[in-house]
């Protein structure tokens, strides 16, 4: 079955402490992205990887890190997360070139910073 | 960067259509999409219409795009109480994929 894991589902965290959520493909997509959803403000781009050691700054990148060293994974890291980072976190995969293809997202973590 | 404005929050009964608009800035957008998201679950795509085209119809969903106006809408047909959900636009940045902007959301209320 095709689809995009993330995981953890729910965390809770205090300030500080490094924290890593997975997010894995088994679609080989060349193109994964991280957003975050917040009330109000809909989806807004952290992160995104065009390919293996490719990846760029989204909307909002700031205390944020990320890695693309397989195909398929594509790790959010949050070296010292703070309370404005407590959101719902999608990843999302697709093919690269821009025809009508569809982008897969996972089931969102949702972390809380306290 | 792209800028993309939806309604927060719009609320029909069983039976009737829902409309759900968007507005953009950037026109050179090649595709536009429309996804869902259900209750404690990520976003699926719900359809997509081409910047070449003005209206496209699946169903019960009909996509009208006014370019002039930078205008998106979706319209529910006959929408039940399943269409209960965010509905997202979504629109790529200068014409290719990689950094697609979502509106807001717009929450709908199908009332029985």
């Known amino acids: 079955e095709a689809q995009v894991t993330q995981n953890p589902r729910y965390l809770i965290t205090v300030t500080g402490k490094k924290l890593t959520v997975t997010c894995s493909q088994n679609m080989n997509h060349e193109y994964m992205s991280w957003y975050r959803q917040d009330p109000g403000l809909g989806l807004r781009q952290i992160y995104y990887s065009m390919n293996v050691e490719v990846t760029d700054k989204g909307d909002v990148p700031e205390g944020y890190k990320v890695s693309r060293k397989e195909k398929r994974n594509f790790p959010l890291i949050l070296e010292s997360p703070s309370p404005n980072q407590t959101s719902l976190y999608f990843c999302?995969?697709?093919?690269?070139?821009?025809?009508?293809?569809?982008?897969?997202f996972g089931q969102g973590t949702r972390l809380t910073v306290v | 960067g792209e800028d993309v404005e939806q309604s927060l929050f719009l609320s029909v009964r069983e039976g009737d259509s829902s409309v759900i608009n968007c507005t953009y800035t950037?026109?050179?957008?090649?595709?536009l999409y429309w996804y869902k998201q259900e209750p404690g679950a990520g976003l699926q795509l719900l359809t997509y219409i081409f910047s070449n085209m003005d209206m496209k119809q699946d169903q019960r969903l009909t996509v009208l795009l006014n370019k002039k106006d930078k205008h998106l809408s979706l319209r529910i047909a006959d929408t039940q109480t399943g269409d209960s959900a965010i509905y997202f636009c979504a629109v790529p940045f200068s014409g290719g994929y990689q950094k697609v902007t979502f509106g807001t959301g717009t929450k709908l209320q199908v009332i029985p």
């Open positions: 999302a995969s697709s093919l690269l070139r821009g025809s009508s293809t569809e982008a897969f």
């Open positions: 950037d026109s050179s957008s090649t595709y």
